[in-house]
């Protein structure tokens, strides 16, 4: 059986900190599946299936990464009910600095709480990464900063469209 991994997040819009995390997961597992959270309690720049392309061209086009190891979608539901959904006991989160610890320590919790048989693996992106937000990223770039030190050419394509 093959050992799968899901990394839920908002990906509004993905960052070379998101990157780290998933070239690192595919180091440790055989499929990746990157789960686009739906949620309506958030106000998201892109919406659900935006993100999902933007996501497909960084990965795919700009760098390259193999497709038959990840699989991107959107969900709604709990995580861990997306977890028995792909057959995975494994969530992947990525840390960036110790304020991002407390609130992914208690939701580690109760994922573990709701399914005891899930496991949640911390991977941190690389250290020039770590400072790096979405919501940096379009604060920069709606003031016309320069982003490419912090995502793709793609993803700077679709937020430069946004803003104008």
Same mark, same amino acid.
């Given at each position: 059986?093959?050992?799968?991994?899901?990394?839920?997040?908002?990906?509004?819009?993905?960052?070379?900190?998101?990157?780290?995390?998933?070239?690192?997961?595919?180091?440790?597992?055989?499929?990746?599946?990157?789960?686009?959270?739906?949620?309506a309690?958030?106000?998201?720049?892109?919406? +659900? =299936?935006?993100?999902?392309? @933007? &996501?497909?061209?960084?990965?795919? !086009?700009?760098?390259?990464?193999? %497709?038959?190891? *990840?699989e991107?979608?959107?969900?709604?539901?709990?995580?861990?009910?997306?977890?028995?959904?792909?057959?995975?006991?494994?969530?992947?989160?990525?840390?960036?600095?110790?304020?991002?610890?407390?609130?992914?320590?208690?939701?580690?919790?109760m994922?573990?709480?709701?399914?005891?048989?899930i496991?949640?693996?911390?991977?941190? +992106? =690389?250290?020039?990464?770590? @400072? &790096?937000?979405?919501?940096?990223? !379009?604060?920069?770039?709606?003031? %016309?900063?320069? *982003?490419?030190?912090?995502t793709?050419?793609?993803?700077?394509?679709?937020?430069?469209?946004?803003?104008?």
């Open positions: 059986m093959k050992k799968v991994a899901v990394y839920p997040g908002t990906f509004d819009p993905i960052t070379y900190g998101h990157i780290d995390v998933i070239k690192k997961s595919l180091k440790l597992f055989e499929k990746i599946v990157i789960a686009v959270s739906d949620g309690n958030k106000n998201y720049l892109f919406n +659900s =299936d935006e993100r999902i392309e @933007i &996501i497909k061209k960084a990965l795919f !086009k700009d760098l390259k990464l193999n %497709k038959s190891k *990840i991107i979608i959107s969900f709604q539901s709990l995580t861990t009910d997306l977890c028995k959904k792909y057959k995975s006991n494994i969530i992947l989160r990525g840390l960036r600095a110790v304020s991002d610890f407390e609130y992914e320590f208690q939701l580690a919790g994922n573990r709480k709701l399914n005891n048989n496991e949640t693996i911390f991977l941190m +992106s =690389d250290i020039e990464n770590q @400072i &790096i937000s979405s919501r940096f990223v !379009k604060e920069i770039i709606k003031l %016309k900063g320069d *982003i490419r030190k912090f793709t050419k793609s993803t700077i394509k679709s937020l430069k469209e946004k803003y104008e």
